[in-house]
């Protein structure tokens, strides 16, 4: 991952959101959520200054709950360390769940109602968008897909309308700078209209 997050600092990239783990995955192996949980807190205490000399921004995205607190911990660390820094915001999406977060926005819109702050007339696609987990960050304008899967696996779906999307065979831990070149070449091929025609 450190070789993608450099480049795309060196590129001025304004946001980068990685899907680390989702809901789905508690029902992995134990033994292979231990391994993820151990990657993470290794990448966050070897490349905090890398992450602080890029002037990157680090902020997590999901639920907190079942989350090992030793990897809250050090997460709240950098993310702390790393707020005053003024490049690239790297979101690390962590017991994510892009249904389960349109569900949370549900449920938050609906206490607002029940304490009349909000009446059913007032919820406008830009008042679920203020509930979302990703409420300060712009709609992606890229997805990447990597490892041969043909799918978005829950992730960000309210926010992927028209995001355009990139597949490709290379596993995550090959994805390197070219493999990230190419797919933003292809990004730049194409001709976004969101629904409109091009005169």
């Known amino acids: 991952m450190e070789r993608v997050v450099k480049e795309c600092a060196k590129l001025a990239v304004s946001y980068l959101t990685v899907f680390a783990f989702s809901t789905e995955n508690w029902q992995r192996p134990a033994r292979e959520i231990n391994t993820l949980w ?27 709950s079942n989350i090992p607190g030793d990897v809250l911990a050090k997460i ?20 994510y769940s892009g249904r389960a977060e349109i569900v949370h926005a549900c449920q938050e819109i609906a206490r607002r109602v029940s304490r009349d702050e909000l009446t059913a007339d007032d919820v406008t696609e830009q008042t679920v968008c203020s509930m979302l987990l990703t409420k300060d960050v712009p709609d992606p304008d890229l ?4 490892s ?25 831990p090959d994805f390197n700078e070219k493999e990230l070149h190419k797919s933003i070449d292809s990004y730049r091929g194409r001709s976004r209209r969101f629904g409109g025609i091009h005169e």
């Open 143 to 146: 997805l990447i897909r990597t």
């Open 76 to 95: 709240d660390d950098v993310v702390r360390q790393s707020a005053t820094n003024t490049g690239m915001r790297l979101t690390v999406a962590l017991n």
């Open 38 to 64: 151990r990657y993470l807190l290794e990448f966050l205490e070897k490349k905090r200054s890398m992450l602080l000399d890029n002037n990157v921004v680090l902020r997590m995205m999901g639920f907190r």
């Open 148 to 172: 041969g899967e043909i799918r978005i696996s829950n992730f960000m779906l309210f926010q992927l309308a028209y995001t355009e999307l990139y597949f490709t065979n290379t596993l995550w």
